[in-house]
């Protein structure tokens, strides 16, 4: 284009917007911010459905069967630490990292009294597994048929992104594999072998441990989730990751 | 008048005297006397399962049992003595031996309760241990 041509040609500026178009524009963008703005701050778009909006999911609705989750009847656990040995035992867990661990809540009874609690923690097995959605080669996915969130060490190039993305701190880099390692409800060392439960579960003295398949009614697990007059609570519901680890007090 | 403000500075003095002495008795009375108590340092088993503690001073001292309601009958004076038995285990405490013979849910709280009141499991135990180390080196 030449010089001459470019002159008769006229300004694309901003400054030769008629005023209408401009005030148009403005209002697209504030429906446009007020529609995010109504959703996010006043809730007024999507909600979940508050009714039957607890941490089990609704008989019948399993993503999965078997569906394995594992039930923690909390209060009869004594930190023995005899599953944290058979998970090191059966699974070979370096002694800097672990599948599954032990914490401890202390609560004040008043005074110089102290209640503790101990809390058996593990991966949640989530159906909705933050890990798998932030690996960058795919090592680690969520199981079709079991719901199992399944680790290929040979994938895994060690980033690490998936260990900060675990709501649960439930994976551990082994030094041995150069690869993230994580619970896998002992599908490679027991259940693929036939046998019907976790090392864990078999090791605990209390039978705080209770391991099975959800979409089984006739399961214990689904039993000790659906019975009446139970509290029943997740670790961390709020990061939407829908755990698969529940805890009961009785 | 003299005399009578001489009597009630006296008897005042007595009297604080006598109140202070009362005071140091009291004081004396809560320190702990291991031959009427039994040992201070706590009872830990690691047998059947870890851990468990017990504390003389909460049983004798506090709750005010005598040497003789747990020994020889229940346990032996021996250190660790009940950790070599077979028996020794959560299913004779509901049976009404060892612990269970108090803690049955009327004399003291059932043994198939509070839990980790008397297990403090590996944590406690490291932070029991790791205590002792502190209060040794802090002297």
């Not at chain 1, 010089?3 to 917007?17: A, C, Q, R």
């Not at chain 1, 609705?61 to 989750?69: A, L, T």
């Not at chain 1, 040979?154 to 690869?179: D, L, W």
Request: aromatic share 8%.
């Amino acid at each position: 284009m030449k010089i001459d041509d470019l002159e008769k040609t006229t300004s694309e500026d901003l400054g030769v917007l008629p005023s209408v178009v401009r005030r148009n524009i403005l209002k697209l963008g504030l429906v446009v911010t007020g529609m995010y703005l109504g959703g996010s701050i006043l809730s007024l778009t999507s909600v979940r459905n508050v009714y039957g909006a607890g941490v089990v999911p609704e008989v019948g609705k399993y993503p999965y069967n078997p569906h394995y989750s594992m039930v923690i009847r909390e209060k009869l656990c004594i930190d023995c630490e005899q599953c944290k040995e058979a998970c090191v035992k059966t699974n070979h867990v370096p002694a800097y990292g672990f599948r599954t661990t032990i914490l401890e809540k202390r609560r004040s009874l008043g005074g110089e009294k102290f209640e503790t609690t101990f809390m058996p923690v593990l991966c949640n097995h989530c159906n909705r597994p933050p890990c798998v959605r932030v690996c960058p080669t795919t090592a680690t996915w969520k199981d079709e048929k079991t719901g199992i969130v399944t680790m290929n060490p040979g994938r895994c190039i060690g980033c690490k992104t998936c260990m900060t993305a675990c709501p649960y701190n439930a994976r551990y880099f082994k030094e041995e594999t150069r690869a993230v390692d994580k619970c896998d409800f002992c599908f490679e060392s027991r259940l693929s072998k036939g046998q019907t439960t976790t090392a864990c579960v078999e090791a605990c003295p209390a039978d705080v441990r209770v391991f099975g398949n959800l979409a089984d009614p006739k399961s214990r697990v689904f039993k000790l989730v659906h019975a009446p007059e139970t509290m029943i609570w997740v670790l961390r519901p709020e990061t939407g990751a829908i755990p698969n680890i529940y805890y009961i007090n009785s | 008048m003299k005399k009578m403000l001489l009597v009630l500075v006296l008897g005042a003095g007595l009297l604080s005297g006598a109140l202070l002495f009362a005071a140091s008795n009291a004081q004396e009375k809560t320190a702990y006397d291991e031959d009427a108590y039994g040992p201070k340092a706590p009872i830990v088993w690691v047998k059947p399962v870890r851990s468990v503690i017990f504390e003389h001073k909460i049983h004798t001292m506090d709750a005010g049992l005598d040497c003789g309601s747990c020994h020889d009958s229940l346990f032996e004076m021996e250190n660790g003595a009940a950790e070599k038995k077979d028996d020794f285990t959560m299913a004779t405490l509901y049976k009404g031996g060892y612990c269970g013979s108090c803690h049955d849910g009327s004399a003291a709280f059932a043994s198939n309760t509070r839990c980790t009141s008397c297990h403090i499991g590996a944590r406690g135990h490291a932070r029991l241990n790791s205590q002792g180390g502190t209060a040794v080196k802090s002297h």
